[in-house]
């Protein structure tokens, strides 16, 4: 019965092994970054730049297609010069980094949905949008395996200097004044070049809640920050394939089943994790009222 239901698809079906392939991939690179953005107190920036990098595609599929390298260079770019435009804007005026993200990141969206319709049709844009992880091919597998390989390694690299930079930044700075910049653009970089793998999977709407919502979950069971990463990248790799075989079985799209599983796992998370602030808050109203009653 088990293997049936969750197996043999992929035994069966080779689009079905390809888009598993591609979404463990993606999981094992995006997750981590998605615990880091929750340390730092900056979870909606992930999807910021999800949006951010859409002029970009935009540019590079009005140019070439729907080539592969050429909107995952137009992409990447466009990510990094939203960030570095929000962080300008942010270190100059008296808005935050936020505010400057929000700003950048709705004007770039509406740029590219319009620079899309300027050539393409409306299932050119459902695409890039939403993505078509079924429809995902060896080059795609590729691309993102090579991306997810480069950012574990850059992780590893620089895993200390991230935790101590999302901990206490003024001591990174006590030694060295440019060395937390140098970190938190490099994690930023990244981040976007996750994303842009991301969007030929998931889509750029729906790439980021595979990033966030297993790191969210994470953090309300585990009590250290390696735990947390090794539980959310658990938590992604098992979203990714029960939304799969949800999707195949409901006949639902692939994407948006991934991400409503990984919400399912996030309710479930809050409810009952013990890290949780509303299972807490349960508990003690529980006892309270057990209290009041004797």
């Known amino acids: 019965m088990i293997y049936h ?31 880091f953005l929750l340390l730092r107190r900056m979870s909606l920036v992930g999807d910021a730049l999800s949006h951010a990098i859409l002029p970009g595609v935009a ?21 990094v010069l939203v960030a570095l435009l929000s962080g300008w804007v ?38 890039l ?9 060896g080059e795609a597998i590729k691309f993102v395996g090579l991306i997810a ?21 003024s001591f990174l700075q006590v030694n060295n004044k440019r060395l937390p ?22 889509g750029t709407l729906m790439s980021v809640g595979l990033m ?11 009590k250290t920050l390696p735990g947390s990463i090794l539980l959310a990248v658990l938590c992604g790799l098992i979203c990714a394939w029960l939304g799969l075989v949800w999707s195949f079985y409901a006949s639902l799209p692939a994407g948006p089943a991934i991400v409503l599983t990984a919400s399912v796992a996030f309710f479930i998370s809050i409810l009952f994790g013990p890290r949780s602030v509303l299972a807490g808050s349960l508990l003690r109203r529980k006892l309270a009222i057990i209290k009041g009653v004797k």
């Not at 400057?100 to 300027?118: D, K």
């Not at 850059?154 to 895993?159: D, E, H, K, M, R």
């Not at 966030?212 to 585990?222: E, G, Q, S, T, Y």
């Open 5 to 35: 239901l969750f197996i043999e698809p992929f035994v069966a079906y080779g689009f079905m092994r390809r888009a598993l392939v591609a979404c463990l991939a993606l999981s094992l690179s995006t997750v981590p970054l998605g615990i």
């Open 59 to 79: 540019v590079g599929y009005l140019v070439a297609g729907m080539s592969l390298v050429a909107m995952g260079i137009g992409g990447f770019i466009a990510g």
């Open 90 to 127: 942010s270190a100059r005026t008296p808005l935050k980094e936020d505010a400057s993200f929000a700003g950048f990141y709705l004007g770039s969206l509406a740029l590219g949905v319009t620079l899309i319709s300027l050539r393409g049709s409306s299932v050119d844009l459902l695409h």
């Open 129 to 137: 949008l939403f993505g078509s992880i079924l429809a995902v091919d």
């Open 149 to 169: 390989s480069g950012t574990l390694v850059a992780l590893a690299l620089l895993y200390r200097g991230l935790v101590m930079e999302s901990f206490d930044r």
């Open 181 to 202: 910049s140098l970190i938190h653009g490099t994690f930023l970089a990244l981040l976007v070049l996750n994303l842009v793998a991301g969007f030929q999977i998931l």
């Open 212 to 222: 966030m919502l297993p790191a969210i979950a994470a953090r309300c069971w585990a």
